[in-house]
């Protein structure tokens, strides 16, 4: 089984709500992924966690925060989003440790509006 | 700054013809080159990977052909499908970057019936 899942499949929300974006693997992968995606763009990085620690931030602000409670869930809480942040979340799982395959799955994505 | 570049943008194939899709990178810390396909609304999707150390590899009518010392690689799907009418993209990652994918642009395929 390589599935990702991913919640809400949508969400809209206010300027000055917050909300959190989640998912889910039990593909026995210890590291996880957030891309963000733009209409007829590809996925752009956004944060990386091997063996639930934080390894990259590619320069988020800080209005998108993190968290990667187990191995198996991450998550994304949202705040104080701007119109420009609407766009599909996307996470993605993978193998971290050398020498096994470095597939990354992604989910379905969580499709966002932020009005 | 774009570390894959993809080409075409978009690229029309009749059924059962060949479609192309053509990536190039300049990092050679580069050592995984994967595929994905993406249809609206919904998440990537893994087509096939290669590593540098392999020419080509075939999985079904899906087929990478890898040339490191030009430093491209090729996605060649054979007997094209109206059902392959999707985005392609490129990627490629390196070990100490977190296996994190670089993407190229992405290719619109459109298969004509």
């Known amino acids: 089984d390589t599935e990702v899942t991913q919640t809400p499949k949508h969400l809209v929300m206010g300027m000055t709500n917050k909300k959190s974006l989640k998912c889910e693997q039990h593909m026995g992968h210890r590291a996880m992924y957030w891309y963000k995606q733009k209409a007829k763009k590809p996925p752009e990085l956004m944060f990386v966690?091997?063996?639930?620690?934080?390894?990259i931030n590619e320069s988020v602000p800080s209005r998108f925060s993190p968290e990667c409670p187990n191995s198996s869930l991450l998550n994304l809480h949202l705040h104080a989003l701007q119109p420009e942040d609407s766009a599909l979340y996307l996470c993605?799982?993978?193998?971290?440790?050398?020498?096994?395959?470095?597939?990354?799955?992604f989910g379905p994505g969580t499709r966002l509006t932020v009005t | 700054q774009q570390q894959v570049k993809q080409s075409p943008q978009s690229l029309i194939v009749q059924k059962g013809g060949i479609s192309i899709i053509n990536c190039a990178y300049e990092n050679t810390a580069f050592d995984y080159f994967p595929w994905y396909q993406q249809f609206p609304g919904k998440g990537p999707a893994l087509l096939i990977a290669i590593r540098p150390d392999v020419s080509e590899k075939k999985e079904g009518r899906f087929t990478i052909s890898f040339n490191k010392s030009a430093k491209q690689f090729s996605l060649h799907i054979m007997d094209s499908q109206p059902g392959d009418s999707a985005t392609y993209f490129c990627?490629?990652?390196?070990?100490?970057?977190?296996?994190?994918?670089?993407f190229g642009k992405g290719t619109s395929l459109l298969v004509t019936p």
């Open positions: 966690y091997s063996y639930e620690k934080l390894s």
């Open positions: 990627a490629a990652s390196r070990v100490n970057s977190g296996y994190a994918l670089n």
């Open positions: 993605a799982s993978s193998h971290w440790t050398s020498g096994r395959p470095r597939e990354q799955y």
